[in-house]
């Protein structure tokens, strides 16, 4: 099973950028579709952004735009650069195997709080 470790949050100013790295262990990274996620306090956890192993991208239209995921197989780790941070983006990201309903995974790690605000 693989097992994901998020890094790279914090507390910036609305405009302002942030990068997330999510590290996984366990073999055959390459051919896993992968998915970061976001969780707002009182809310769902929802899918933000997902890559797929042949290199397709795709993400949330809250978001297209300003954000955009990445990996590095060679690294087994993906990344969620986001640009333009506005305040409705403070959350916990979390990264996974892709799915369309986030609610159908049993096992997250602990996630990497992002927070914007002036």
């Known amino acids: 099973q693989v097992q994901f470790v998020e890094s790279g949050g914090g507390l910036v100013q609305p405009g302002e950028s942030l990068r997330l790295s999510c590290a996984a262990s366990g073999r055959f990274f390459s051919i896993y579709d992968l998915g970061w996620y976001r969780q707002a306090p009182g809310k769902e956890r929802d899918l933000v952004a997902g890559?797929?192993?042949?290199?397709?991208?795709d993400c949330a239209d809250s978001v297209k735009g300003r954000f955009t995921i990445s990996r590095d197989n060679a690294k087994n780790t993906v990344y969620l650069q986001m640009n333009s941070l506005k305040p409705e983006d403070t959350a916990v990201y979390s990264c996974n195997i892709y799915v369309k309903v986030p609610a159908t995974l049993s096992h997250w790690g602990q996630g990497t709080q992002v927070t914007v605000s002036s």
């Open positions: 890559i797929f192993n042949s290199g397709r991208t």
